[in-house]
């Protein structure tokens, strides 16, 4: 595995080997789409983000999702309630998303995307956000998802 991809939390891979989506997580809340604008323009300029389709910046409270490659200083293509899509996660690790550490955070993010990956012919999106742009943007992650390879922490 290329070490160029060794500072990102999560890294899915599309049935060729390629690099499809790259994942941050932080279990801070209190986020905005300026805050992830920042921290994804901080990591292109630090060159820790190799081409993608999709970069995606993950709190407890919400997700936030570009599809690359984007201007370093664009706010995110959609953000998503992460109260709602990741409820169900929360309550299988036994979690309060108030008190969350990282790494378990990191493990949820980690079960969501690869849940994504093995089940994308189901819709992943809440019911209640079917009229909503999310849905639209999860369903469409979904379907690139597809029996992706998901690893977290890649080696160095």
Do not use: C
């Amino acid at each position: 595995m290329p070490s160029h991809l060794s500072g990102i939390d999560i890294v899915a891979y599309d049935r060729d080997g390629r690099v499809l989506l790259l994942a941050e997580t932080k279990s801070r809340r209190g986020t905005s789409e300026s805050w992830a604008a920042g921290l994804r323009r901080n990591m292109l300029s630090h060159g820790l983000l190799p081409w993608s389709q999709y970069f995606l910046i993950a709190t407890p409270e919400r997700v936030y999702l570009w599809k690359q490659p984007n201007a370093p200083e664009v706010p995110p293509g959609v953000t998503i309630n992460a109260e709602r899509v990741f409820k169900p996660y929360f309550q299988r690790l036994h979690q309060e998303p108030a008190s969350i550490g990282p790494e378990a955070f990191e493990h949820l993010v980690l079960t969501w995307l690869t849940d994504i990956a093995q089940h994308s012919d189901r819709d992943v999106s809440d019911p209640s956000m079917q009229e909503d742009a999310s849905s639209a943007w999860l369903d469409e992650l979904s379907g690139s998802l597809q029996d992706a390879r998901i690893e977290m922490n890649p080696p160095q």
